[in-house]
T-cell receptor
């Protein structure tokens, strides 16, 4: 159990366009979902925490208008990168937490902005 | 605030060598401690965890013991394999809530 999926696994988009990444908990209800960003050879940087049905809490320095997070149900959260630019190219990882608080991670999404 | 410090990498070993990756932490209260593994191009997988002092987490031949007196959670494996090549992250979670604090990650390469 405790499987988290992400879609797409890889996406290439043009500069100025928006791209949406989905994170789903497949076999449990996730009260909280987290979005991370990872640069090459670096650790994970927490971008935001989202609770189902409420607004996401963004970490300092993360632009909430650029990285839109929606957690509409207990099994789905989405991250939309708006007006993407090459510097937004990165590996984005989500995780989901259920009632016992342990986080389960998705496989990640590689975003490349050309 | 909380912090996790891992030994600097990268670490390169020959197959069947002994592995130690050091991890120390700073935290208030009684955190839970975790080791995650990340294979190339993938997300994080939980390797093992310990929730209280003196607990030993183990999985796939890897072990780590929660040492409160030294605030450490070092990862060990007696005989590494090529398939163990990955990045390893030490992390802690506070007593309440779900937020994780990660170490910097340690790249392990095992050569045949």
């Amino acid at each position: 159990g405790a499987v988290v999926s992400q879609h797409p696994s890889r996406v290439i988009c043009k500069s100025g366009t928006s791209v949406k990444i989905e994170c789903r908990s497949l076999d449990f209800q996730a009260t909280t979902m987290f979005w991370y960003r990872q640069f090459p050879k670096q650790s994970l940087m927490l971008m935001a925490t989202s609770n189902e049905g409420s607004k996401a809490t963004y970490e300092q320095g993360v632009e909430k208008d650029k990285f839109l997070i929606n957690h509409a149900s207990l099994t789905l959260s989405t991250l939309t990168v708006t007006s993407a630019h090459p510097e937004d190219s990165s590996f984005y990882i989500c995780s989901a937490s259920r009632i016992d608080y342990e986080q389960y991670f998705g496989p990640g999404t590689r975003l490349t902005v050309t | 605030g909380n912090s996790v410090t891992q030994m600097e990498g990268p670490v390169t070993l020959s197959e069947e060598a002994f592995l130690t990756i050091n991890c120390t932490y700073t935290a208030t209260g009684y955190p839970s401690l975790f080791w995650y593994v990340q294979y190339p191009g993938e997300g994080l997988q939980l390797l093992l965890k310990a929730t209280k002092a003196d607990d030993k987490g183990s999985n796939k031949g890897f072990e780590a013991t929660y040492r409160k007196e030294t605030t450490s959670f070092h990862l060990e494996k007696g005989s590494v394999q090529v398939s163990d090549s990955a990045v390893y992250f030490c992390a802690l979670k506070e007593t309440s809530g779900s937020r994780l604090t990660f170490g910097e990650g340690t790249q392990l390469t095992v050569n045949p």
